[in-house]
């Protein structure tokens, strides 16, 4: 088990350990420690929280993806946060639940997915699917949303090692990609649209 709220990975994990067929074998707040957990305890399944801090969470697709092999995993979403459904399907996992599921329903996709079935929340995959596709250029993206906070454009370009025109044209590049009327309506379209 690993979730960085504190009372729900207590509260999940003494719920998990109540079954008499499931024994939780760690409950970690960051995902620092997640691989040498696996590694060591060899869990049949891995339950993580997508926004866990460290390189488990949000920031390491690629690192959990490597999890899988070593274990199942079910990742935890919010059905509010549909990039951050995006981001758990990234991981590809043998079960998606949403964080607001039933302790009862967490049991059950746990069960099956030690068993090698497949459960993914519907109501998650529709969340994702009905996120519009990004055209924004990681770049852009970048530039976006150290300008969000409040950044000029000279230091946009002293923090990314850039020249001032090259912020000035990735910026351009992604009110336009976007119809956007300028900077701040891009912030906003990117923003409302979970990009950011």
Excluded: F, Y
Excluded at 27 to 39: C, K, N, Q, T, Y
Excluded at 55 to 77: D, F, I, K
Excluded at 105 to 118: D, S
Excluded at 130 to 159: F, K, Q, S, Y
Aim: charged share 25%; hydrophobic share 50%.
């Amino acid at each position: 088990m690993a979730e960085h709220v504190h009372v729900l990975r207590l509260g999940l994990s003494a719920c998990l350990d109540r079954e008499p067929d499931i024994q939780v074998v760690a409950a970690l707040s960051h995902g620092d420690g997640l691989a040498a957990e696996v590694a060591e305890l060899r869990p049949a399944v891995a339950v993580i929280d997508i926004d866990l801090p460290g390189p488990a969470g949000s920031t390491g697709v690629a690192h959990l993806r490597e999890l899988t092999a070593e274990c199942s995993v079910v990742m935890l979403a919010d059905r509010g946060d549909p990039m951050g459904v995006r981001r758990a399907l990234a991981v590809d996992p043998l079960g998606l639940l949403s964080r607001q599921a039933p302790a009862d329903v967490l049991m059950r996709v746990v069960r099956q997915v030690a068993v090698g079935r497949p459960v993914i929340d519907p109501e998650l995959a529709g969340t994702a699917r009905a996120v519009e596709e990004n055209p924004l250029t990681p770049r852009e993206l970048e530039v976006l949303r150290i300008a969000a906070n409040g950044a000029t454009t000279a230091e946009i370009a002293a923090r990314l090692s850039l020249s001032v025109k090259t912020v000035r044209n990735h910026l351009s590049s992604a009110i336009t990609r976007i119809a956007a009327r300028n900077r701040i309506d891009a912030i906003r379209i990117a923003s409302e649209r979970a990009w950011l």
